[in-house]
């Protein structure tokens, strides 16, 4: 089933233009145009997302507005806002360490979709690209990604999600051995790759032998069956993983105290072990910060959620800034895409406890490093961060696109579930700005 997707077209795509090229074309530099996608394509290898669960408030983080008077009646930022590196562009008082980075950033304030009430299926239309659907389950983001990218290493796993293994983070229907491993723990790998002491290390390889034989001879009698072909592969790739090269991964001891330090608690630390995952191949992480509610709430901040908002801030802003500074000094920024976003953001208007509702008519998105052209912010809101005023509206097709785009990926192809192909992207086109 995958291994007919898109490697033929890429092929073709890549003879037809330098067909093009020998002619003496001059092909119009577009990320929409299927022809010169190769050149418009960006060259970072990773990416790394942040995942904001429940719904980050734009107006109090990326795209702040005039303050509210009284945090209660009158709509508006919850913070000052700051200046950052990037002149014009400014960041909510609690993100300080990031204003200074951001240079290597661009905040994406014109993000929108239809999903409002829904945590479910909003999250799911942020990890897919599409609604729901209950004709094709379609793959995850993650899943695209390490399906389109060569593997780096057999050591490690391709895609890991440090989060909720929800619908959305799927593989869908390219097949198992594009899903992800799943963590719960920084400071151990997974339970099902780690041999069990009471097994010796000639009692393991003595079952792995034997369990070889009978998956070759299973696979020779189910060549044609690609549910099986896939299943298979997944599992090699797990026993691949099972090895000291991934383990070791998780001994975050091995870094300075001065670095763990500075990513922070539990959140930093996740992000730290993303970047020791990426250093030694893996494609694609997303880090949830759902994970722990120190302002009651998480991210979802109706009520009193809204109140303690400002510690969730400012971990972020401790993670994603060290993150920041760690990648580039070991020449990895470039290389890797940060991605912070949620499934909504919130209205500038407070509920009745205080909180802030659910809004997704204009929201933010974060990108940093890998390789792209920054500019610290792109598009703009209303005075209440609300509505799209002008600039670049992105929908969240051109969101997958960019992302795609600045892994290399060439959006404008199809999948195929089974012989049906499949738009990777459903219609959308790279912010073109941040390739120029």
């Not at 700051?82 to 562009?89: F, L």
């Not at 094709?136 to 899943?143: A, Q």
């Not at 290389?335 to 499934?343: A, F, R």
Request: charged content about 20%.
């Amino acid at each position: 089933m995958t291994a007919n997707i898109s490697i033929s077209r890429r092929d073709a795509l890549k003879t037809t233009v330098a067909a093009g090229l020998a002619a003496g074309a001059s092909p119009a530099f577009s990320l929409a145009s299927e022809a010169a996608g190769p050149e418009a394509l960006g060259k970072a290898e990773h990416c790394i997302v942040m995942w904001l669960g429940g719904g980050p408030s734009q107006i109090d983080t990326f795209d702040p507005k005039r303050q509210s008077k009284d945090g209660k009646k009158d709509p508006g930022s919850a913070y000052a806002a700051i200046d950052t590196a990037v002149p014009g562009v400014q960041l909510c008082e609690h993100m300080q360490q990031t204003a200074s980075l951001m240079d290597r950033c661009t905040a994406v304030r014109t993000l929108h979709h239809d999903e409002i009430d829904e945590h479910q299926a909003a999250s799911y239309r942020m990890h897919v690209g599409r609604p729901t659907s209950g004709t094709v389950v379609y793959p995850s983001m993650g899943s695209v990604i390490v399906h389109q990218k060569e593997r780096l290493s057999d050591k490690v796993p391709a895609y890991v999600l440090m989060g909720y293994p929800s619908p959305g983070r799927q593989s869908g229907f390219l097949g198992p051995e594009h899903s992800f491993v799943y963590l719960t723990d920084t400071s151990s790998g997974p339970k099902g790759l780690s041999r069990p002491p009471r097994i010796t290390a000639d009692r393991m390889d003595r079952r792995i032998a034997l369990l070889k034989q009978m998956t070759q001879r299973y696979g020779k009698n189910h060549v044609s069956d690609n549910a099986v072909q896939s299943y298979l592969s997944a599992s090699k790739q797990g026993f691949d993983l099972a090895g000291p090269e991934f383990m070791s991964v998780f001994d975050l001891d091995r870094e300075s105290a001065d670095l763990r330090n500075a990513y922070g608690e539990e959140f930093g630390q996740r992000c730290l072990l993303a970047r020791r995952l990426i250093e030694r191949g893996t494609r694609f992480v997303e880090v949830s910060f759902n994970l722990t509610f120190v302002n009651g709430t998480g991210w979802d901040t109706h009520n009193e959620g809204q109140q303690g908002q400002h510690l969730l801030i400012q971990a972020l802003d401790q993670a994603l800034s060290t993150l920041m500074v760690d990648l580039e000094q070991k020449q990895l920024l470039d290389k890797t895409l940060i991605v912070i976003c949620g499934e909504f953001g919130r209205p500038a208007k407070f509920d009745g406890g205080g909180g802030r509702g659910h809004w997704a008519k204009a929201f933010s998105g974060f990108l940093a490093g890998g390789g792209l052209n920054h500019r610290g912010a792109i598009g703009q809101t209303d005075e209440l961060a609300e509505h799209y005023a002008d600039g670049t509206q992105v929908s969240v097709p051109d969101w997958f696109a960019t992302i795609y785009g600045a892994l290399g990926i060439n959006y404008t192809e199809n999948l195929y579930a089974g012989d049906r192909p499949v738009p990777m992207t459903d219609g959308g086109t790279a912010i073109r700005e941040l390739f120029v």
